[in-house]
């Protein structure tokens, strides 16, 4: 029973880790209509992570209430969100200066699986695969 214990708490210790570019980043933790968030900040940006379990949060609702969260802790206003529900980036414009330039998105594939074959006597199958870059 230890070791399953130990991960747990391993686990449960890594939910507000921080990212990368946002270790060793003093963490302020906020909270705006039921959803807690904690900050970490560098420069003009904020990596927000929501740390209150929610039921499918939606990233428009989660990304206002992080901009809010981030807003009041620094007194900047932000000018964009980046991320997922678990995990944001902010960039903020503060005492009148631009907000910085918002991250290249990664360029992902969305593929689709047509004609799928199953061979009970191979145990495999096939099919065509058909990608488009995002």
Known sequence: MRVPAV????????????????RGADKVV?????????????GNLVEAIRT?????????????KAAIAADTATGCKTAWV?????MMTIGQSCNGEKA????KRR????????????SPALD??????NCTLD
């Not at 209150?52 to 206002?64: G, H, I, K, N, Q």
């Open 7 to 22: 991960f747990c708490a391993l686990l449960l210790m890594s939910c507000d880790a921080a990212g990368p570019g946002f």
């Open 107 to 118: 360029k992902s594939y969305t593929c689709d699986l047509f004609d799928v074959r199953y």
């Open 82 to 86: 980046v991320g997922d529900p678990a």
């Open 30 to 42: 906020r909270e705006v209509d039921g959803s807690r968030f904690t900050l970490r900040f560098r």
């Open 52 to 64: 209150s379990p929610e039921f499918l949060p939606r990233f428009p609702d989660v990304a206002r």
């Open 124 to 129: 495999s199958g096939a099919g065509t695969l």
């Open 100 to 103: 910085p330039p918002k991250p």
